[in-house]
Nanobody, 119 residues
Framework: QVQLVESGGGLVQPGGSLRLSCAAS????????MEWYRQAPGQQRALVAS???????NYADSVKGRFSISRDNAKNTMYLQMNSLKPEDTAVYYC?????????????WGQGTQVTVSS
């Protein structure tokens, strides 16, 4: 199995920055795609950014130019650097990874971390 631990959320003023981390552990043989999602109250969970095995990245239009996704394969960790934060970025942020464990490939989710952008 794979466990994901997220950290870095919190309260920040508009225009501020936060860096989220997602550390994977367990019986991991390899990690493929890694993604960040967010879910605001009353809204569906939506993809924010993704990064593939070779570092190829994709972003939701709403965060392009402000957020940056990265990964450290040696640490099985993914990051989301969030700059120029806006109140509409307020949400619970979840990480999701596609990983190969002994005998299977599956998708795994973190528990979520709250990001609140408010003055």
């Amino acid at each position: 199995q794979v466990q994901l631990v997220e950290s870095g959320g919190g309260l920040v003023q508009p225009g501020g920055s936060l860096r989220l981390s997602c550390a994977a552990s367990g019986s991991i043989l390899s990690i493929f795609n890694m993604e960040w999602y967010r879910q605001a109250p009353g809204q569906q969970r939506a993809l924010v950014a993704s990064i593939g095995s070779f570092g190829n990245t994709n972003y939701a239009d709403s965060v392009k130019g402000r957020f940056s996704i990265s990964r450290d394969n040696a640490k099985n960790t993914m990051y989301l650097q969030m700059n120029s934060l806006k109140p509409e970025d307020t949400a619970v942020y979840y990480c999701k990874v596609q990983a190969r464990t002994t005998g299977t490939i599956g998708d795994y989710w973190g528990q979520g971390t709250q990001v609140t952008v408010s003055s």
